[in-house]
């Protein structure tokens, strides 16, 4: 099965700082991966794909992410980070119709 | 858009009981997900319908879990005999017809269960 593993539980910035939340993945094939944001008592929103061509993938709210195949890696970037970035963040890889996710990252962005 | 939308957003009940949860996916999106997250994990993929018909299950969704969608648009999921164990947020999405799996999944706010 396709999976993703994001190995920190929480990551802590300051306001300003740049961040970044880890993904892995192991896939069989070319893999889909997904990036979404998840606020307090809320659904998932979505923030960036990467499907296929460039590895840079710019998405929603200035956050972009780096898909490295031979780190088998997909990291979440953002130059600047905000206080109101902090939220709980999933990585997910596709498998068939379903989208298998990590167990989340937590963001705290410090003042 | 108005978005992906689940009703209710909340439903405390006593185990044993039967419970029935409603999503409206976005219009004309003909994909629809439904997914289970309990606290601090990831949401787990429960089931998907392609309009109305569903065509894939996972091993989660056990004999006391049913979904429908009967006329293509909105779903449910209904749980039978509940346990204390249903106790999660239960994700609805919905998709866009697209090249299979690129199209991203859009969802709802959840339907917090709780089982006392």
């Known amino acids: 099965a396709q999976s993703v593993a994001q190995p920190e539980d929480q990551v802590n910035v300051a306001e300003g700082n740049p961040l970044t939340v880890k993904c892995t993945y192991s896939v069989s094939g070319n893999p889909y991966l997904f990036w979404y944001v998840q606020y307090p008592n809320r659904g998932l929103q979505f923030l960036l794909k990467y499907i296929t061509g460039d590895n840079l993938v710019k998405g929603s709210y200035g956050f972009e992410a780096e898909f490295n195949k031979s780190q088998t890696s997909f990291h979440l970037k953002k130059p600047s980070a905000l206080v109101s970035d902090s939220a709980l963040y999933f990585c997910a890889v596709r498998d068939k119709n379903a989208l298998n996710f990590g167990k989340g990252t937590s963001l705290l962005v410090t003042p | ?116």
């Open chain 2, 1 to 116: 858009d108005t978005g992906v939308s689940q009703d209710p957003r909340h439903k405390i009940t006593k185990r044993g009981q039967n419970v029935t949860f409603r999503c409206d996916p976005i219009s004309e999106h003909n994909r629809l997900y439904w997914y289970r997250q309990t606290l601090g994990q990831g949401p787990e993929f429960l089931t998907y319908f392609q309009n109305e018909a569903q065509l894939e299950k996972s091993r989660l969704l056990s004999d006391r879990f049913s979904a429908e969608r009967p006329k293509g648009s909105f779903s449910t999921l209904e749980i039978q005999r509940t346990e204390q164990g249903d106790s999660a947020m239960y994700l609805c999405a919905s998709s866009p017809k697209g090249q299979q799996g690129s199209e991203t999944q859009y969802f709802g706010p959840g339907t917090r269960l709780l089982v006392l």
